[in-house]
């Protein structure tokens, strides 16, 4: 049986605004018969790089959190650090972000926890069976909610050509280690010039790789890339490194992915907001021209389905334009190989309601 993708656009034909079609669209996930009273439901969102200004709004968070509630549960806003320093490369900072962009208490009637900690490096290891991984690092708070919704912006990206529920659980809910193994097939390097020999990164290296003289040196038999030296590092003096092919971190996105819902099954919703769509991912401090229209938003219990038709409806009103800005990225081998990996079903039926 082909997945169902619920769509609401944008028209005001009927004089509903966003926020109410929103409402109406969580509650055709029916998660009413799978929350349990107090479940502890992560709401998994992005805060936007401070500048940036094309992330969802905390509006639509609000209504989320209400419609938990509603349920009986006890919902929670939560993100990954990032791998590269920016504004919300540990919990401190990302929170300020989170504050100055809209997402309090106050706005959103519900707290914002930080899923990999304050630096970025707690997490659970958790076991798969993947062609990239065995085991994959997931934020720790991510990994012990009962339940999770996905609330995404899909836009394009650099790596992945686009990005949407995929990215956003699979590279987001990662912790800075895994980010970093999912952004490189390299291992780390010393910048010698950097290194104060503090020795902070001693103790993270799980295979004790890192030996400190008059620099630090990481021993490359030793080394598997684990990630956690270039995080934990103060001074930026283990490169972050960017090399990877495309196609290899979106298997790894798929695989991260796995990992991050494995514990949830039937507990999980998706919601990706077609809106604002620009041609690169919330993560830069600026938000450039939107490619096209406001489409609508969609909602799936099929994350693979629910991709699907977010890049289906875009190609369709600007005539495939994520092949324009990406030419030598193709986004759909994280649908094929998510769809290998038994994450959902490429074949879907949209439904699209008369709001």
């Not at 006890?74 to 919990?91: C, E, H, I, V, W």
């Not at 809106?275 to 830069?284: E, M, Q």
């Amino acid at each position: 049986m082909q997945p169902k993708v619920f769509f609401a656009g944008t028209s005001g034909k009927n004089k509903r605004g966003l926020p109410e079609k929103l409402k109406l669209l969580f509650n055709k996930l029916n998660l009413g018969s799978v929350i349990e009273p107090e479940d502890l439901c992560a709401i998994k969102t992005h805060f936007g790089e401070l500048g940036n200004s094309a992330f969802v709004q905390p509006i639509y968070l609000r209504i989320i959190v209400e419609e938990l509630k509603r349920l009986g549960a006890n919902p929670f806003l939560t993100d990954g650090s990032t791998l590269y320093k920016g504004s919300r490369g540990n919990a401190v900072d990302h929170i300020k972000t989170a504050l100055k962009h809209g997402f309090s208490f106050a706005t959103v009637d519900a707290p914002l926890i930080i899923a990999d900690g304050l630096y970025g490096n707690d997490h659970v290891a958790v076991k798969i069976d993947g062609k990239h991984y065995k085991e994959v690092k997931i934020g720790s708070c991510a990994h012990h909610a009962d339940a999770l919704i996905t609330i995404s912006h899909f836009k394009g990206h650099e790596m992945t050509g686009f990005g949407g529920a995929i990215k956003n659980i699979g590279m987001g809910l990662g912790s800075r280690g895994a980010k970093q193994q999912m952004h490189s097939d390299a291992l780390p390097e010393i910048i010698v010039d950097k290194c104060t020999v503090c020795e902070k990164c001693v103790p993270h290296c799980p295979t004790k790789a890192i030996k400190v003289d008059e620099t630090a040196k990481i021993n490359r038999e030793l080394c598997y890339s684990c990630g956690e030296c270039t995080i934990m590092c103060p001074h930026e003096a283990i490169e972050i490194n960017w090399e990877t092919d495309e196609k290899i971190m979106q298997e790894k996105i798929i695989e991260h992915f796995l990992g991050a819902v494995e514990n949830k099954k039937g507990k999980v919703g998706y919601i990706n907001f077609l809106t604002n769509i620009t041609p690169d991912c919330d993560c830069w401090n600026f938000s450039d021209s939107y490619i096209c229209p406001d489409i609508g938003i969609l909602a799936s219990s099929d994350p693979i389905a629910i991709d699907t038709a977010s890049f289906d409806l875009v190609n369709k009103v600007t005539n495939n334009k994520f092949k324009d800005i990406w030419p030598n990225i193709d986004p759909r081998v994280q649908l094929s190989y998510g769809e290998k990996m038994g994450l959902g079903n490429r074949d879907y039926e949209l439904v699209e309601l008369d709001l």
